[in-house]
């Protein structure tokens, strides 16, 4: 889909930006004898940003760690009602990141940090929109996932990837 694309090299950005700004840093620090004093404030932001986009596209993807040996045991109905339950799990930590990480941005916004004088609520804003994004996500897997298993079709595709192994 094209906001994975966008999520991926948006990411791609933020990495080779945080990797570039520590990369300066550390030259500053150790070669020419001097410290940048934004570069922990800026890190600080890209990894921030960093965590939490790229925590939802890896739900996107699927790509978190999972054992579902078990589950693959489980009779059709089962497997389907887990499939519900997890989604409504995830969708309410989803909801629990955006309410909170909400308040939190409003809570924070009027503090500044210290060197580069910028609200903090920059920081905290990745919360919210990686908890909204989370909760759309799995709200739309509940529902194309309880489609498919009207069908008699199981929820998820279930694709062999690189990482997955049969025992």
Not at 144 to 165: F, I, K, N, Y
Request: glycine share 6%; with cysteine; charged share 15%.
């Amino acid at each position: 889909m094209i906001i994975n694309k966008i999520l991926e090299a948006m990411i791609a950005a933020l990495l080779v930006a945080a990797v570039g700004v520590a990369f300066v840093a550390v030259i500053y620090r150790y070669v020419l004898d001097s410290a940048l004093s934004w570069s922990f404030e800026v890190s600080l932001a890209l990894l921030t940003y960093i965590t939490f986009l790229g925590g939802y596209l890896a739900l996107r993807r699927n790509a978190h760690l999972k054992v579902d040996l078990l589950v693959r045991r489980l009779p059709f109905w089962a497997r389907g009602v887990l499939f519900l339950f997890n989604q409504a799990v995830i969708a309410t930590i989803g909801w629990i990141m955006a309410w909170h990480g909400g308040r939190q941005v409003l809570r924070f916004a009027d503090q500044t940090t210290n060197v580069l004088e910028i609200s903090t609520a920059w920081y905290y804003i990745a919360i919210p929109i990686a908890g909204g994004l989370i909760c759309l996500d799995a709200l739309w897997n509940a529902v194309r996932g309880l489609l498919r298993l009207t069908r008699g079709q199981e929820p998820v595709d279930s694709a062999p990837d690189a990482l997955s192994a049969e025992i």
